[in-house]
């Protein structure tokens, strides 16, 4: 009996002390003061074992050890260090920060800055009067002044489509364009350049050379455009492409001209009255005139002759001989495409028929005299044309009066 009594005392006394275990609580080694708590590190020691007082509401000495069961941490109150103005660093590995409420920034540089959720959308709101900037790399220059607003200091990647409620404003002193690429391919770019003084758009052979105006139904549509050997512009019609591809006219350079084509129809030129095309570079439209058909005056007319081939043969085909002093008349009406202001100027031509005397200066005189609806005549013009050397029978000349 012994024996089994010291036994049953035994496991009394195990269990005892496994109730005494069970029921105990480690009290925390903790310093205080009137204005916080200082709570040890699992190692019961201050940070690298220094000694330090708390002087905040919650002084937590290098790292706060939280149970994997706890499912979260309630931190009231204020996280502060020494007391003053030194950072501040809350590690959490990898896990989240959850927070219940608006995250809130009551310091003096902070305050009023409000990161909030509705359960629809996402707000961040910097402080009134101020405006929010992403990097540090320069300031506004635009005007911006409210928490609305937003600059981005460094470049700006968007994946999908970015969409402009109000006008979109590239602005730079010297230059500023937005360029296309294709993958890492330039293929166009609108730019302005004050520098140059020009704006331009530019395409490249990926894109065929070509810039097509069309309806905006048919962005999508394939026009059916050769590619370009240089850019061209394309204007099409409100036609589907699909239905007709050939309602287009174009405009481009070819390197030697420039060049206006249509794809159906033809090209008309409107003005809204009427009007004649006036090019400002010189360019010359003959009046043509027959020699055999002016009119021989009753004397000093000349004779009715033919044109001789080279061997001196009569072509048949009659035109008039003259000699020295002989004349014909004759008159014309000024075309409508006449350029206005511009001199009028005259050139015969004609075939030597007599055999030179070695060589020969012909000369010829012209009169002439303009005549205006409702006004009267001035003075016939007479002007003598330069000297004009021939030397060879049969061959054909051409006299311009100067």
Known sequence: MGAATDYLKKEAINRDTNKLIQGAKPTPIVTTNQDGI??????????AGTTKTPVGNLDIANKAYVDDEVAGVDISGKLDKDGGNADVTIDI???NLTTTGDVQATTANLAGMDISNDGTKTTFLGKSGDYNRIGDAGTTDKGLNSN?????????EVKNSAYFRGAMRVDN???AQFVFDKGATLVGVLKYDFGLGQLLSTVDTDVGHQMIITHT????????HANQDNPTLYVQSATNPDTDNTQWTSITHDQTDGVITTGKGD??????TDKTIELQETV???????GYLLTRPTSNQPDVVSFLDENGTDTTIETYGFDIGEKVHGGFELQHDYKEGSNLVFHVHWQGIAAPTGTDNVQWRL??????????????VVIDSPDTAFDTQYETMRTDFA
């Open 284 to 290: 010359y439209k003959d009046i043509n005139m027959a």
């Open 173 to 175: 002193t010297n230059a």
């Open 148 to 156: 609305d607003d937003l600059m981005i200091t460094g470049d700006f």
């Open 217 to 224: 139904d048919w962005r999508s549509k394939n026009h059916d």
């Open 38 to 47: 200082f709570i040890p590190n699992h190692s019961g020691q201050h940070d």
């Open 367 to 380: 009169n002439y005299i303009l005549m205006r609806d409702g006004t009267t005549l001035n003075a016939a």
């Open 93 to 95: 590995g990898s896990e």
């Open 267 to 272: 090209l008309n030129i409107a003005c809204p």
